[in-house]
């Protein structure tokens, strides 16, 4: 056998052996490893892409948009399809002129989106709420593995307008805090998707197997808020707070027949569209100082709301309470006559009227209520008993939460009722020693405006459907039978009396009836008191037959301290817009007097 037919036949056994070899690893991957192989292959062929469900709207109590949802897009790219096969360029220089289009389109950094397309990564968001206009841009493009995707965006109509009940949502379209958070399962409704198979280039294949599961939207939330009250509200805040540079003023309108918040704000607010900025310039600045757990803080802080979430104590405003009780178990009577020196012994301690320098002597229950002198509540208080005071503090529903609608709401804090003793109940009876939430104080307080009822508040009326059917009520409820008739009424006429001839004459609104009562309590600091205060005001009107009762409260007030003299004028200012607006006619007869 010559030389060449010996290669030849080498040559044709190796050819054998590869073909051979070939034909077994054929026979493997399309027999044996055929399951494997289609996984991969559907999974490099599947799109799987999210059908956003459209986040229900927040309407107030007359249909007013506060929350809605806006379409909006987003700029995915798929690395490993970004280029052309039949381009002429090479890869390198295809995916960098994708990356500096996008980036010159969308206004990013070019370095980024390079760094993104550069992942090992299947699927890679670029960008995020990006505008129709520039959308169509990077669609005219046509560049290979780039895909576009609708996305919802949450956005408030009116800014800043109610953000402290509203809250906001996250990136992802989810409750973060306030109503937004607490019925986050009912807004977000469900999600869709859309499932085809695609080509490297985003060509269909298979076509007809496509499968589309739809979004189920969430529902719209009608709230209890009317919009025109909460804007007078926002609006007489800023006064209160220009005027009285206080860190921040708060404040609760209700209906007291049916426990509706009619309006919820606080000041210093945010931006529930940006809620990680704050409005003010200076603490923006300040923002950007801090450290990433810092900057935590500060936000929740921001964020919260403290009329649900925060206890303080209430000082004056809490001795309605007290009279009411005290009434109510009949050891007063309002032409009860005391006799005030100043200052009142109680198991050793002194505590002292406010005017203790200049006493008030011989007064009624009624005078004393309008003087807000303390020695006759620490005598009401004595007279009534620390047992039963306590009962009454929870049929007040001190001793529990309310239970309205809104996430993180916060207990009072009371003396453990075996260890307050004398002087516990004492300093009690006028609003100190004792801590509770705004919204309880005026929930209480309300049951005077209600015939004796508590209500239970609540901020959120009914759900619906995009197309306005109702899906769920949120019925009104009364909680218990507080007070007798006898003593509303009574309590009715003293805090008119309050209005009329004490302290609280700066919420007097020409021709209407108003009651009210002022609060101004010192902080408690390192187990004493501090100078700082909280000074607030609780309002009623038209007093003959509630519709509205207001507490507003200025915290840290610099200056003028007095709630009669910072928070009253607030109160009336709201009071005077509201009962025009609410179409609420005067009384007859000159200033709140009948």
């Known amino acids: 056998m010559t030389e060449v037919k010996r290669r030849i036949i080498i040559l044709f056994i190796i050819i054998d052996f590869m073909l051979i070899s070939l034909a077994f690893r054929i026979g493997w991957v399309q027999i044996v490893s055929c399951e494997k192989y289609e996984k991969i292959a559907m999974e490099q062929q599947t ?51 994708t990356a500096a289009a996008l980036a010159r389109i969308l206004s990013l950094d070019q370095n980024s989106v390079l760094a993104s397309m550069n992942t090992k990564k299947s699927l890679v968001k670029i960008a995020k709420y990006v505008e129709k206009e520039k959308v169509d841009k990077i669609r005219e493009c046509g560049f290979y593995g780039v895909e576009i995707t609708e996305e919802v965006k949450r956005h408030y109509p009116m800014g800043a307008f109610a953000a402290h009940v509203l809250g906001s949502t996250t990136d992802e379209n989810r409750g973060l805090m306030g109503i937004e958070l607490e019925y986050d399962q009912y807004l977000s409704g469900m999600n869709g998707r859309f499932i085809y198979y695609a080509d490297r280039d985003g060509e269909n294949l298979f076509r007809g197997r496509e499968k589309y599961f739809q979004a189920k939207d969430g529902w719209d939330i009608v709230l209890t ?19 009285t540079a206080a860190d921040r003023v708060m404040c609760i309108v209700m209906d007291p027949k049916t426990g509706d918040i009619l309006a919820m ?107 807000s002198c303390n020695p006759v ?93 109702v899906v769920w009520k949120n019925e009104i ?39 009210g009562k002022t609060g101004t309590a010192n902080k408690a600091f390192n187990g004493g008191y501090s100078e700082d205060t909280y000074s607030s005001f609780v309002g009623m009107a038209p007093i003959e037959d509630p519709r509205i009762s207001i507490l507003l409260i200025v915290d840290n007030p610099k200056g003028v301290k007095a709630g009669s003299l910072i928070a009253a004028p607030g109160v009336k200012e709201i009071l005077e817009n509201s009962l025009r607006y609410l179409k609420i006619r005067p009384s007859s007869g000159e200033g709140s007097k009948r």
């Open 225 to 243: 808020i009317d919009a025109v009250i909460q804007m007078y509200v926002e609006n007489a805040l800023d006064h209160v707070i220009e005027n």
């Open 47 to 97: 799109r799987d892409k999210i059908v956003p469900a459209k986040r229900g709207a927040i309407y107030d109590r007359n249909g007013k948009e506060l929350a809605v949802s806006a379409v909006t897009h987003s700029v995915w790219v798929r690395p490993a399809a970004l280029t052309n096969p039949r381009s002429k360029k090479t890869k390198e220089e295809q995916i960098t002129e």
């Open 477 to 515: 409820r009364i909680e218990r039978q507080m007070l007798s008739k006898k003593t509303t009424e009574e309590m009715i006429a003293i805090m008119e009396s309050v209005v009329d001839e004490g302290g609280g004459i700066k919420a007097r609104i020409s021709g209407y009836r108003i009651g």
């Open 265 to 371: 704000a606080m000041n210093p607010d945010f931006d529930p569209g940006n809620p990680r900025v704050p409005l003010d310039g200076a603490a923006a600045a300040y923002l950007e100082t801090l450290s990433d757990s810092q900057k935590l803080d500060y936000w929740n802080s921001m964020w919260r709301n403290p009329m649900v979430s925060d206890t303080y104590e209430p000082g004056s405003t809490f001795k309605l309470l007290t009279t009411a009780i005290a009434l109510q178990e009949g050891v007063t009577t309002p032409k009860d006559t005391f006799y005030d020196t100043g200052k009142v012994n109680v198991a050793g301690t002194i505590l002292k009227c406010l005017q203790w320098r200049n006493p008030h002597g011989r007064e009624t229950l009624v005078e004393a209520v309008e003087n």
């Open 377 to 469: 509540f620490v005598e009401l208080a004595r007279r009534i008993g620390i047992q039963r005071y306590y009962e009454y503090l929870e049929l007040f529903g001190l001793t529990d939460r309310t239970g309205i609608d809104f996430p993180g709401e916060g207990l009072a804090i009371l003396q453990n009722q075996s260890s307050a003793g004398p002087v516990g109940l004492a300093t009690m009876s006028y609003g100190q020693g004792i801590a509770v939430t705004p919204i309880q104080l005026i929930t209480a307080i309300s049951a005077i405006g209600n015939e004796g009822k508590i209500m239970k508040p609540r901020l959120v009326k009914e759900m619906t459907t995009g197309r306005g059917n």
